[in-house]
């Protein structure tokens, strides 16, 4: 196992395939400006690595990110919050990514798995935009993708209310394409796998 940065480790599961794991179990991954800025520098060196044909992003087997950094936030000045670095690694990634999602992905863990190419959870996963009950607006894409993935009405309601949803009524909804009972990240390798299998140039 690697680390590009305590917050951000990185794996090689697989022939071709890396793993990119959120690992702040203490703060139960919430993203922090460390893991954004260990994001955008790993994603930009696998999208150059040539032996990298397909990525997997996870968190632990209980939660893949539960957010921003709240209390990072409480403490930007200013000038911290206009120089705010944003995730854009993943988006910008010309690799295909799937996300592994066990438990919950919520605020900017629920941007993060829509910044990938295939979303998969395990039946215990919470999907969410919570940013409303505190006053914020999802600030990584969440007002763009989710329309894009679920529909405006189901956007809507999650975006107004902050309510999260099952792991089943986001399979519903067209966010995820597959639950998986237990751990999904043995699947998401095995379809990395099969991607990275594939022509690269397709």
């Keep these: 196992m690697g680390k590009v940065m305590p917050e951000v480790l990185l794996e090689h599961p697989a022939p071709h395939v890396a793993l990119v794991r959120i690992h702040r179990p203490e703060a139960r991954n919430a993203l922090n400006g460390e893991v954004r800025r260990g994001m955008n520098t790993l994603f930009a060196q696998l999208a150059a690595d040539p032996e990298v044909r397909s990525i997997v992003l996870a ?97 809507m309601w999650m975006l107004l209310t902050g309510n999260f949803v099952s792991a089943q009524d986001a399979l519903r909804m067209g966010l995820v394409c597959e639950v998986i009972e237990g751990n999904c990240e043995p699947r998401a390798i095995e379809l990395a796998k099969q991607i990275a299998e594939l022509p690269p140039l397709a």
Excluded: H, W
Aim: glycine share 14%; charged share 20%; hydrophobic share 40%.
């Design 59 to 155: 968190g632990s087997d209980t939660v893949f990110a539960a957010g921003a950094d709240l209390k990072e936030r409480a403490a930007m000045d200013v000038v911290g919050a206009m120089n705010f670095e944003p995730t854009r690694g993943i988006a910008n990634c010309p690799k295909p990514v799937i996300a592994a999602v066990n438990g919950y992905a919520l605020g900017g863990g629920c941007e993060y798995a829509m910044q990938c190419d295939i979303i998969l959870a395990n039946d215990k996963a919470k999907f969410g935009q919570p940013e409303i009950k505190l006053g914020l607006v999802p600030g990584a894409g969440g007002t763009q993708r989710l329309p894009r993935a679920i529909g405006k009405y189901n956007a």
